[in-house]
């Protein structure tokens, strides 16, 4: 087999070596066909990591799916989907396992296209090192400069800048420095301190596990030595005990722990930990593993706490160093990289996710963008696939956290979109905002149940939805009418009326609309804690953001109405004369035209306009609403 000699030898003293070997993760990036995977593939190879049925499988696939004319092409040893080895490309994020005589690894072989960012930055979540590859005849390229802005941004101080491809430039000694030099004042200026350039390529074998011959001006080490020799970072140990709750264990009466990842620290019994956000503190009785209790644990170790104290404490909680525990907050700046085909909304609800804990997060429009060939810092409403930008973040409630240059598991996050649960970007805090702090909801004497009393009903939102023309306003004019009559207390909002004044600086581009919306929720929240029935005719064309209107809503105050209408029938009254400015093309971004609408999928209440009369849908809304009778269409 071509593994080996010491595993061929003596199993078991192979497996004692192995065992007290170091560990570096690294990652390989760079642009399209720089050769990230062959080079992953002749690591591989050359550490005698390959089994004779895979060496003879990658022989036959070489020959068929490959692009070296019949020699072998390692990249197939990492290529594994069937469309990566179809195009050449690689799609997903690859990890491979290899080890030498000193060292282990894991190696993620990251995309190179762009389009594919977001699975770079996966990989790079969790290195110690990168190596960033450059064919030698195309240089320093765009997703070179993002690849390595990322590298940058996500704290990775041990940098290769492998200049692959060598033997395509005849080795040429001027080429090598030309590009060195251009990537060295782009280094500097996004904080890459330092990098070790290396020739080679990896096709070949050249400066990979041995100096080449073909580089004599090249006095560095080859990548292997490089890779053995780069020192791991086990600072962790030093920093504050950090440890987010995945599980409250509690198999019997007599058991109560906290399981989860220590992300950093040490701890021992006897130490004072503080239970974050609520701020309760106790003092650890016991460590328990599933093989006994520990005298101590470290960053890296999966264990379970139990307290000496009975405090609540849940799953997303952080239990930390009493004497050193991390902020808590609700509000922040960070780094954001975008990464949906979908742009990201200002205003628009998503669930960020830190360690164990999701809350429901807002992002605020972009300070900026950065251009990542110039890293000029350019204004921006909205960010699109792979943008990163700066923006401030308003949660729905607060969590414990570490700034991301200080703890990459209590600083790092993800979005993901509330409605397909699509992973939609990945951010890094930078501070909480000073008014996350200062201001505190104040407490009322008078709250909203006196309120609802005094005027003798139940506070309601009532929000009714659909395409332009489909009769919201008429319904719902008609609607207050009713509960007038019947003394009740109310208040209409309507989407053309609130543009008058609290909305009129919003235009119809998409982002825009998500504002909107954020805004009357907002109004309707504040209406119906003043103890009215609100109405809210808008079209309201997104899901995502009725739901966020939803809940800002206690359980049962929150009415959804979907006043539907064909899109024909629609058109053909058009009052306002709007589908016929659209279909002209004068106006952008209508709702059913150029912009699409999205049905509610659960309302409380359907109205079909064509089976009714506006007349009888108010009074079956009003009957709904008064539990006169049961809604059949609903």
């Known amino acids: 087999m071509a593994v080996s000699d010491l595993i061929a030898q003596d199993i078991e003293a192979y497996l004692d070596a192995h065992q007290k070997k170091s560990l570096l993760r690294f990652l390989t990036c760079g642009s399209v066909d720089d050769g990230k995977s062959t080079l992953i593939g002749r690591l591989l190879y050359d550490s005698k990591m390959i089994f004779e049925d895979q060496l003879a499988a990658l022989e036959a696939d070489s020959k068929k799916l490959g692009t070296q004319g019949g020699d072998i092409d390692f990249a197939l040893l990492v290529d594994g989907l069937a469309a990566e080895r179809e195009q050449g490309i690689t799609i997903d994020v690859a990890y491979r396992f290899f080890s030498t005589d000193k060292r282990k690894f894991i190696v993620a072989d990251t995309p190179g296209h762009e389009q594919y960012t977001r699975n770079m930055v996966t990989g790079a979540s969790t290195a110690d090192a990168a190596v960033i590859l450059i064919d030698a005849r195309k240089g320093v390229l765009t997703q070179t400069r993002r690849h390595s802005y990322l590298v940058s941004l996500l704290g990775i101080r041990h940098v290769v800048l492998a200049i692959n491809k060598m033997d395509l430039v005849d080795w040429s000694q001027a080429r090598f420095d030309e590009i060195v030099a251009e990537y060295r004042a782009f280094a500097e200026k996004i904080g890459i301190k330092a990098f070790t350039a290396i020739p080679m390529s990896a096709l070949k074998g050249e400066n990979i596990t041995e100096p080449s011959a073909r580089s004599p001006w090249y006095a560095g080490p080859p990548l292997m030595r490089w890779l053995e020799d780069a020192p791991v970072e086990d600072d962790l140990r030093d920093k504050p005990f950090r440890m987010a709750v995945q599980w409250v264990n509690r198999p019997n009466l007599d058991f109560r722990g906290f399981s989860g990842l220590i992300a950093s620290g040490v701890i021992r019994p006897g130490d004072r930990i503080k239970a974050l956000p609520s701020g309760r503190e106790s003092t650890v009785e016991r460590i328990v593993t599933l093989t006994g209790d520990l005298p101590e644990a470290v960053a890296g170790q999966s264990v379970t706490l139990t307290l000496a ?326």
Not at 453 to 469: E, F, H, I, N
Not at 494 to 523: M, Q, S, T, Y
């Open 309 to 634: 104290d009975e405090i609540d404490v849940s799953r997303g909680d952080v239990l930390a160093a009493a004497s050193h525990p991390p902020a808590v907050a609700d509000q922040f700046e960070a780094t954001l990289v975008w990464f949906d085909d979908e742009p990201m909304l200002p205003g628009r609800p998503y669930l960020l996710k830190l360690g164990t804990r999701t809350v429901s997060a807002q992002v605020g429009e972009p300070k900026y963008k950065v251009n990542v060939n110039t890293l000029e810092q350019l204004a921006a409403r909205k960010l699109e696939l792979n943008e990163i930008g700066v923006c401030n973040l308003a949660l729905d409630a607060p969590i414990a956290f570490d700034p991301y240059a200080e703890n990459h598991d209590l600083g790092g996050f993800i979005l993901i979109d509330r409605i397909s649960n699509r992973t939609v970007g990945a951010g890094l805090l930078h501070f909480a905002l000073r008014r996350s702090q200062n201001i505190h909801w104040q407490a009322m004497d008078v709250d909203k149940a006196t309120r609802a009393a005094a005027k003798g009903q139940k506070p309601r939102v009532v929000w009714l939805t659909g395409l332009s023309g489909a009769g919201k306003s008429t319904i719902a004019n008609l609607l207050e009418k009713r509960l007038l009559a019947e003394g009740r207390h109310t208040y209409l909002l309507d989407g053309d009326n609130v543009r008058h004044g609290l909305n009129k600086d919003l235009g119809f581009a998409e982002e825009d609309r998500v504002e909107n919306i954020r805004r009357v929720a907002e109004v309707s929240k504040l209406m119906a804690d003043a103890g009215l029935i609100v109405l809210v005719s808008f079209i309201s064309p997104f899901r995502a953001e009725r739901r966020m209107a939803r809940e800002l809503m206690a359980d049962g105050e929150f009415v959804e109405v979907h006043i539907d209408t064909p899109l024909a029938e629609a058109e053909r009254r058009d009052v306002k004369g709007l589908y016929a400015k659209a279909r002209a093309g004068e106006l952008k971004n209508f709702t059913g035209i150029d912009s699409p609408y999205e049905a509610p999928e659960a309302p409380e209440i359907y109205i079909d306009t064509t089976q009714l009369s506006a007349e009888a849908a108010a009074e079956r809304i009003y009957a709904k609403l008064e539990g006169e009778t049961p809604d059949p269409g609903s």
